[in-house]
């Protein structure tokens, strides 16, 4: 179980610096109301439609809207997930790997900030995975399911 939890863990951690920047720019993207969206007017109008799809561009653009709300939704649960762990980490040395770590660096650029190897680096990390995992009692996060139910969503 604890393994599920590390590997969970380690798994949002490589992808929580894309994800936050995901958030921002999808929430941005969203906030205009599909300006320049209109139903089809004149011949276009009269032209027969395809079986089981609907023509209209203003729900279609609403279901896309929709699709992209829910997958902010998961990035935020990820990142809240993380965020929720941060203060088990009472380090210092592993604050400082774990707080580049979600700025998006690289294990050898925090090895020539920190000046330690990249596989220093590496165990430091470890050691940040090990203890947010035995904070989570082997729940994802969310609704405090189990990690076991949810390996897909990693």
Sequence with gaps: MKEAASKHIESILKDYH????????????????????????GD???????????????????VRR???????AQYEDKV????????????????????????????????MHMGLSSSHIKRLRDSVVTKMAKETNGTNGTNDTKLINHKSAC
């Design 44 to 62: 276009e109008s009269a032209m027969p439609k395809a079986q089981g799809t609907t023509s209209d561009p203003i729900y279609k653009e609403t």
């Design 80 to 111: 809240k997930f993380i965020q929720d762990l941060i203060p088990a980490i009472d380090n210092d040395r592993e604050g400082e790997v774990l707080h580049w770590l979600l700025e998006g660096k690289s294990y050898r650029w925090i090895g």
């Design 18 to 41: 894309w994800m936050m920047n995901s958030i921002k720019i999808l929430r941005d993207s969203l906030k205009d109301a599909g300006e320049g969206l209109t139903a089809q007017y």
């Design 66 to 72: 929709e699709k992209r709300y829910r997958k902010i």
